[in-house]
């Protein structure tokens, strides 16, 4: 028997999911390591303690770089990583406008400008060729972003960088414990920046980190998260213009704590993803992303597909969404539109910052980055990847459901 419109969980019938994925996954293990902090009264940084220390040579060591550096959250560790790389008022950053605001906002708090550049359609991540065609002489820096925690095309991304001489952080807040050709994301690029913001893949509520093997990058910016002190110096003698960026003992025990998840978590998500690709691939209008050799290990912070409208009865994007997270299936519309097109960039509200006024977004477009967001990209969230089989499997069927549904409806 079809499926009829209210049937549909959207308008009072039963949902296809009847369960919750929980988020963030803690135990005692979790709880007992922040009382013991509590229990000591040595709760700040750095002179209570060396937790801190001790995560940040853990994350190091699990992302195979030299140096980690904790940090209040993955915005600031952008700015870090941006200051540390020798920016100056006025250089330009390449940047991919399929992303959060931050990784644009950071280049502006650096009186920088951001120069947003398109996405491939296959993967949604930052083009190469788009970027190569952006340098200019006053281009310093390129943030590839992993969006999803799906690598970006790393080798190319490096190969312009090297032969413009520049610099490449990696902005992996969607990456944690995912991989390009066998190595960990943000290993691979000059600077790696991460969050551990509450729905991050490595979460301590708030937090960030940016992990590098340059010994002279390590120290800056291990310098400017600790008020412009430098390694070996008095407590107040101040080096660099630094504020306090430091995160606490507590936030280091937990994010201990949940490193120890983070392998099994990410090999999870990635054989969810693998399996839900399979299933997706097979239903009419509903195109998962493209993943390649190179992707190692994919973090799936979160899953991307993209919907054709014309196969659900012409049933826009926004709709199609809200009834697919009303069957039970963690998921979003995605952006409402590239970063270009936030009132910051079209008003050119830059405050105290030192913008170029040549600093113009009214005119930029890129068109891949712009379908997305209005009719193609549609996400699901990434506790929902730490599911079962029968989980995707469950996905999959709601997807069919409003299809069912929608088409019945149109051809009516």
């Known amino acids: 028997m079809s499926i009829k419109k209210e049937q549909l969980a959207i308008h009072g019938g039963p949902k296809t999911i009847d369960k919750t994925f929980p988020w963030p ?4 293990n979790e709880v007992n390591a922040v009382a013991a902090i509590v229990e000591s009264g040595k709760w700040g940084n750095p002179d209570c303690g060396d937790e801190v220390e001790r995560f940040e040579r853990a994350f190091a060591d699990y992302c195979g ?7 209040v959250n993955g915005s ?3 700015r870090l990583a941006l200051m540390a790389c020798g920016v100056k008022p006025g250089d330009e950053v390449i940047v991919p406008p399929y992303t959060f605001i931050t990784t644009a906002s950071s280049v502006i708090e650096c009186n920088c400008v951001p120069v947003f550049v398109d996405i491939d359609p296959e993967t949604y991540n930052i083009s190469p060729e788009a970027i190569e065609a952006a340098i200019t002489p006053r281009t310093k820096v390129i943030i590839p972003v992993h969006f999803g925690g799906l690598a970006c095309d790393m080798d190319a991304i490096m190969d312009i960088a090297k032969r413009h001489k520049l610099k490449v952080i990696e902005d992996a807040a969607h990456g944690h414990g995912a991989e390009y050709k066998g190595k960990k994301l943000g290993s691979i690029g000059h600077v790696g920046s991460f969050s551990f913001q509450s729905s991050k893949n490595l979460t301590s509520g708030e937090g960030g980190i940016v992990i590098t093997d340059d010994d002279d990058l390590y120290a800056t910016m291990h310098s400017l998260r600790n008020v412009g002190r430098i390694e070996g110096g008095q407590w107040y003698e101040h080096y660099n213009p630094g504020c306090n960026y430091r995160i606490t003992q507590m936030q280091a025990v937990l994010l201990s704590e949940q490193l120890k998840r983070l392998e099994e978590q990410t090999r999870r998500r990635n054989s969810n993803g693998l399996y839900l690709n399979d299933l997706l691939e097979k239903i009419d209008g509903i195109s998962p992303l493209k993943r390649n050799e190179h992707i190692t290990l994919h973090g799936y912070h979160i899953y991307i597909f993209k919907y054709d409208a014309a196969k659900f009865g012409g049933l826009p994007k926004t709709e199609f969404a809200a009834m697919l997270a009303a069957e ?5 519309k ?7 097109k936030q009132p910051l960039f079209q008003n050119k509200t830059f405050m105290c910052y030192a913008i170029p006024d040549s600093a113009d977004y009214s005119q930029t477009f890129c068109p891949v980055a712009e379908q997305a967001c209005d009719t193609d990209a549609v996400w699901i969230l990434q506790h929902a990847m730490l599911g079962e089989k029968e989980d995707m499997e469950a996905f999959a069927k709601a997807i069919l459901k409003i299809q069912e549904a929608v088409t019945a409806l149109a051809a009516s």
């Open 25 to 28: 996954i803690y135990d005692e």
């Open 65 to 71: 770089s030299k140096y980690a550096i904790t940090c």
């Open 76 to 78: 600031v560790s952008l």
């Open 328 to 332: 039970g299936v963690p998921s979003f």
């Open 334 to 340: 995605g952006y409402p539109h590239p970063l270009y």
